[in-house]
């Protein structure tokens, strides 16, 4: 009888279905997404996998099962700035999540990391480095005595790294984060986990086993969560050997066609027009999504958020000298690779096209307006 042998997810497809498939044989409830649109009213948007699940952390509602994993998908803007120029920053991301309400603690989620990521994922132990809360002594044991990392591989933290709390007030708990290395070659001494072409943080494990009152006391909490995150574009680059998250077939796809819009090669481009490449691809798939949980353009709120999105886009077309429209094309490709692990997007993509053509419209004849009335001016010779 021929042994088979392992294949390791690859495609962004693969990886998830890999995540959610291996949690469920360890007795998860697999649960889909929920909305961008959080039930949490002092929330805008879902911003992280276990928000969902915050009513259960907190005691307010039954847990759907002892354990629960997902892939929630997530939007960020407090770092816009950063999207397109940084390897791994975005405003739409899918976050990978295992989730224990009162039932295993820190032994089970470690040992499970870890076979995942080397079992099902293949990473060698070589390329990983765990950090762990540096008063967290039971979890560096685990990592040391079970799960056999080298010591040196195990960097501590202090409370701004690796402690976890839901505010000032209420369920916390240290974390323990798995970090990939590029280049192990380059030894174990003198560690520095912010150097971002070196390291990426792909995995946290969060332990929720303290609550903190109003003086800032920790008590112990009656039942211990487990709440993880594992970033799905982050393990892609990893697997898929990429410089960025961009280049992954999770986004690239849409890159190369606002390249091809624009009549540019992504490979050979200077970087700030990679940079306006990149922010086409991100933004494309975070409002696409935005729209078809039900949210509208306007100058408030969510939909602030989604106008801003964008007009950044026809933006970043017109510095790459788009002038025609072009977002519906983006925004069709982006449908066509998500629809089939979210089907809502089909389901609701005449709206999502029409939402979109509403705003390129009215934003490109302000911008017209704005250009004719310019010009205008400096042809009359005024002085400002």
Known sequence: MKSQTKTTPITGDEIRKAFLDFYESKSHLVISSSSLIPEDPTVMLTIAGMLPFKPVF??????????????????????????????????????????????????????????????????????????????????????????????????????????????????????????????????????????????????????????????????????????????????????????????????????????????IDYFSSEDRTKISLKILGDHTRAIIHLISDGVVASNLGRGYILRRLLRRMIRH??????????LSKLASLGISLMQNTYPDLKNNKEQILREINIEEKRFLETLDRGEKLLNDFICSGEKL
């Open 58 to 263: 907190l005691g307010l509602r039954n847990r759907p099962s002892p354990r629960a994993s997902s892939s929630q998908k997530c939007i960020r803007t407090n770092d816009i700035e950063n999207v397109g120029v940084t390897a791994r920053h975005h405003t739409f991301f899918e976050m990978l999540g295992n989730f224990s309400f009162g039932d295993y603690f820190k032994k089970e989620a470690i040992q499970w990391a870890w076979e995942l990521i080397t079992d099902v994922y293949h990473l060698k132990p070589e390329n990983i480095i765990v950090s762990v809360f540096h008063e967290d002594h039971e979890s560096e044991k685990i990592w040391r005595d079970d799960i056999g990392i080298n010591p040196k591989r195990i960097i501590h933290l202090d409370e701004k790294d690796n402690f976890w709390s839901s505010g000032a007030t209420g369920p916390c708990g240290p974390c323990s984060e798995l970090y990939y290395d590029f280049n192990p070659e380059k030894g174990l001494k003198n560690i520095d986990l912010e150097d971002g072409d070196r390291f990426i943080e792909f995995y946290n494990l969060v332990f929720m086993q303290y609550n903190r009152d109003s003086n800032g006391i920790l008590s112990d909490l009656e039942f211990k969560n487990i709440d993880t995150g594992m970033g799905l574009e982050r393990m892609a680059q990893i697997l898929q050997k990429k410089t960025n998250n961009y280049e992954t077939d999770l986004i690239f796809p849409i890159v190369k066609e606002a390249s091809v819009i624009a009549n």
């Open 317 to 326: 077309g017109r510095l790459l000298g788009i002038k025609d429209y072009f």
